[in-house]
């Protein structure tokens, strides 16, 4: 028997579940806080704390291993799981997927995550309970193969050892202009996402997100040392569409004069607008994207809301409905998904970026690092909070780490390969 015991502890997400229907509709600020009424079920107050729920395997060692549960910011919002309720996820995971987990074996990766979250009552798992219990498992089986989570999925989908370094995107929340400045101090491969969310940062026609994306570049120039060049990447949280209009032309042409704002940059658009429904949104994204290629535009469409599910992401990558998915992880389930969504894209020449959101913590983000590096995405998220200094060193040291421990492996199998030719001859 490899697991003998499930504990569960409850936590604390590193941000705040958001009421995104609220936001839109208008709710104002005041300081950290929303005012108004929330509109998306679940929630008492348009901003409430996030929580998450750990989940802890006892191997037959003792050692214990974790998995961290929680949704989404915007939970709720464009197809995804309702809010997270601590109670309600934790009564799930005793009655149902502990006695799972003491008959499966840990030592096998894929096949324990298929049997301990198949469905239950005809129905899918709730998708946090997936993205936690894959995590302990994933742990699980590195400890029990004494090697690291990367080399697990490695493995488990005959991949190669990996050697590149994933780029690290960070993301600012509200305190863009600090944040802004740290990212480029710090050199940050993508920044500064904006959380432009609401129509007072997106301005009238979008004068003032205009404005500060030609900011940004300046202050990149200004501060960042000799030769930094990182993409900038911009969440408008389907401001363009609602702003603007809900046609593929025109957003386009708002989208090219963004990166003409900014020549020398290459320019990431997240979720430019929203389009209501998966089908609608593949199709015009799909369109904004051949029309960006045609004018041979330095901007690039990145899709998030309507592609959450593994099902999602390979449609809109099989239809080319965007330049680059982001992979939510908590919103696809299992972090095996997650590298299966990675190769997905890779195999229909899309980009990878293996996101999630600020809700998360130091766990998942570090899980989500293993499966980023051992599938070479394009681009990984600096997780979880929306400060910079956090994330950034959270995701960043354990990607160094990874790699160290990577790179002695390759070289030990290069001397072993040259001692075996030595004694050949």
């Given at each position: 028997?490899?697991?003998?015991?499930?504990?569960?502890?409850?936590?604390?997400?590193?941000?705040?579940?958001?009421?995104?229907?609220?936001?839109?509709?208008?709710?104002?600020?005041?300081?950290?806080?929303?005012?108004?009424?929330p509109t998306?079920?679940?929630?008492?107050?348009?901003?409430?704390?996030?929580?998450?729920?750990?989940?802890g395997?006892?191997?037959?060692?003792?050692?214990?291993?974790?998995?961290?549960?929680?949704?989404?910011?915007?939970?709720?919002?464009?197809?995804?799981?309702?809010?997270?309720?601590?109670?309600q996820?934790?009564?799930?995971?005793?009655?149902?997927?502990?006695?799972?987990?003491?008959?499966?074996?840990?030592?096998r990766?894929?096949p324990?995550?298929?049997?301990?979250?198949?469905?239950?009552?005809?129905?899918?798992?709730?998708?946090?309970?997936?993205?936690?219990?894959?995590?302990?498992?994933?742990?699980a089986?590195?400890?029990?193969?004494?090697?690291?989570?990367?080399?697990?999925?490695?493995?488990?989908?005959?991949?190669?050892?990996?050697?590149?370094?994933?780029?690290?995107?960070?993301?600012?929340?509200?305190?863009?202009?600090?944040?802004?400045?740290?990212?480029?101090?710090?050199?940050?491969?993508?920044?500064?996402?904006?959380?432009?969310?609401?129509?007072?940062?997106?301005?009238?026609?979008g004068?003032?997100?205009?404005?500060?994306?030609?900011w940004?570049?300046?202050?990149?120039?200004?501060?960042?040392?000799?030769?930094?060049q990182?993409?900038?990447?911009?969440?408008?949280?389907?401001?363009?569409?609602?702003?603007?209009?809900?046609?593929?032309?025109?957003?386009?042409?708002?989208?090219?004069?963004?990166?003409?704002?900014?020549?020398?940059?290459?320019?990431n658009?997240?979720?430019?607008?929203?389009?209501?429904?998966?089908?609608?949104?593949?199709?015009?994204?799909?369109?904004?994207?051949?029309?960006?290629?045609?004018?041979?535009?330095?901007?690039?469409?990145?899709?998030?809301?309507?592609?959450?599910?593994?099902?999602?992401?390979?449609?809109?990558?099989?239809?080319?409905?965007?330049?680059?998915?982001?992979?939510?992880?908590?919103?696809?389930g299992?972090?095996?998904?997650?590298?299966?969504?990675?190769?997905?894209?890779?195999?229909?020449?899309?980009?990878?970026?293996?996101?999630?959101?600020?809700?998360?913590?130091?766990?998942?983000?570090?899980?989500?690092?293993?499966?980023?590096?051992?599938?070479q995405?394009d681009?990984m998220?600096?997780?979880?909070?929306?400060?910079?200094?956090?994330?950034?060193?959270i995701?960043?040291?354990?990607?160094?780490?990874?790699?160290?421990?990577?790179?002695?492996?390759?070289?030990?199998?290069?001397?072993?390969?040259?001692?075996?030719?030595?004694?050949?001859?």
């Open positions: 028997m490899q697991i003998k015991d499930v504990l569960l502890a409850s936590g604390n997400g590193a941000f705040f579940y958001d009421d995104q229907a609220a936001i839109r509709s208008g709710a104002t600020q005041d300081g950290f806080i929303y005012v108004g009424e998306t079920p679940g929630f008492n107050s348009i901003r409430i704390p996030a929580s998450s729920l750990s989940i395997v006892v191997l037959a060692d003792e050692t214990v291993v974790w998995g961290d549960m929680m949704n989404v910011q915007y939970s709720g919002a464009g197809g995804r799981d309702p809010v997270f309720e601590t109670a996820i934790s009564d799930l995971t005793s009655r149902v997927v502990a006695p799972r987990l003491l008959d499966a074996d840990a030592s990766y894929l324990a995550c298929a049997t301990v979250l198949e469905p239950f009552e005809h129905k899918r798992l709730p998708l946090a309970i997936e993205y936690g219990v894959s995590q302990a498992l994933l742990r089986a590195a400890h029990l193969q004494r090697t690291t989570m990367a080399e697990i999925i490695c493995g488990e989908f005959n991949l190669p050892l990996p050697i590149r370094r994933v780029p690290i995107y960070c993301q600012s929340g509200d305190a863009r202009e600090i944040n802004v400045d740290k990212m480029i101090l710090k050199a940050v491969d993508v920044l500064p996402h904006g959380l432009i969310n609401s129509r007072q940062k997106f301005g009238a026609g004068q003032t997100f205009l404005e500060f994306v030609k940004v570049a300046t202050r990149t120039r200004e501060l960042g040392r000799p030769g930094y990182p993409v900038l990447h911009f969440d408008v949280y389907g401001w363009i569409g609602q702003e603007i209009g809900l046609e593929s032309q025109r957003i386009a042409d708002f989208i090219c004069r963004v990166a003409d704002t900014v020549p020398g940059f290459t320019i658009i997240e979720s430019p607008a929203d389009f209501g429904s998966t089908q609608a949104q593949i199709e015009n994204y799909a369109r904004i994207v051949s029309i960006l290629d045609d004018r041979g535009s330095s901007a690039r469409i990145v899709v998030d809301e309507r592609c959450n599910t593994l099902e999602d992401i390979r449609l809109f990558a099989e239809a080319k409905a965007t330049h680059l998915v982001q992979i939510k992880t908590p919103d696809v299992s972090i095996a998904d997650t590298a299966r969504a990675v190769l997905i894209c890779k195999a229909n020449k899309v980009g990878a970026y293996v996101g999630g959101s600020c809700t998360e913590t130091d766990l998942s983000a570090q899980a989500s690092v293993h499966i980023s590096v051992a599938t995405a681009m998220l600096a997780k979880p909070g929306m400060g910079v200094d956090e994330g950034f060193s995701v960043g040291n354990e990607q160094n780490r990874l790699l160290a421990i990577l790179n002695r492996r390759a070289t030990k199998n290069v001397d072993r390969k040259a001692r075996c030719v030595s004694n050949a001859e």
